[in-house]
């Protein structure tokens, strides 16, 4: 049931990313819903991958890389899901860091309830 919760958290959180950003357009809330499932997969499976690579890089680059890394996933859920579209890498960049602030506070919410 956590996943489920995740899942759902992660798409209100691309909803409103999408909402706020010019350049970051969702089509429905289907859309929003397997925009999470894919970047949870992606987050789940390449992304560890794509973290492993790029050590020396994100070493030198004291961790920075690793925006680099999220702005990838972000354009390849793009490919991937047809009612999401993200025009620019800059849009990928904001959409990264807007979809995580909302997906923690959301999830700060949620485990208070819980308690």
């Given at each position: 049931?956590?996943?489920?919760?995740?899942?759902?958290?992660?798409?209100?959180?691309?909803?409103?990313?999408?909402?706020?950003?010019?350049?970051?357009?969702?089509?429905?809330?289907q859309s929003a819903v397997i925009v999470a499932v894919?970047?949870?997969?992606?987050?789940?499976?390449?992304?560890?991958?794509?973290?492993?690579?790029?050590?020396?890089?994100?070493?030198?680059?004291?961790?920075?890389?690793?925006?680099?890394?999220?702005?990838?996933?972000?354009?390849?859920?793009?490919?991937?899901?047809?009612?999401?579209?993200?025009?620019?890498?800059?849009?990928?960049?904001?959409?990264?860091?807007?979809?995580?602030?909302?997906?923690?506070?959301?999830?700060?919410?949620?485990?208070?309830?819980?308690?």
């Amino acid at each position: 049931m956590g996943i489920l919760i995740k899942i759902l958290v992660t798409a209100v959180a691309a909803y409103v990313a999408a909402y706020f950003l010019p350049g970051v357009a969702i089509a429905s809330v289907q859309s929003a819903v397997i925009v999470a499932v894919v970047l949870a997969i992606l987050n789940a499976i390449l992304k560890p991958i794509l973290i492993i690579l790029t050590i020396p890089i994100t070493i030198l680059t004291l961790g920075l890389f690793l925006l680099i890394i999220n702005i990838i996933i972000v354009k390849l859920a793009d490919y991937f899901v047809d009612g999401f579209t993200v025009s620019s890498w800059l849009s990928a960049l904001l959409f990264s860091l807007i979809v995580s602030l909302v997906s923690t506070i959301l999830n700060a919410i949620l485990s208070k309830d819980k308690d």
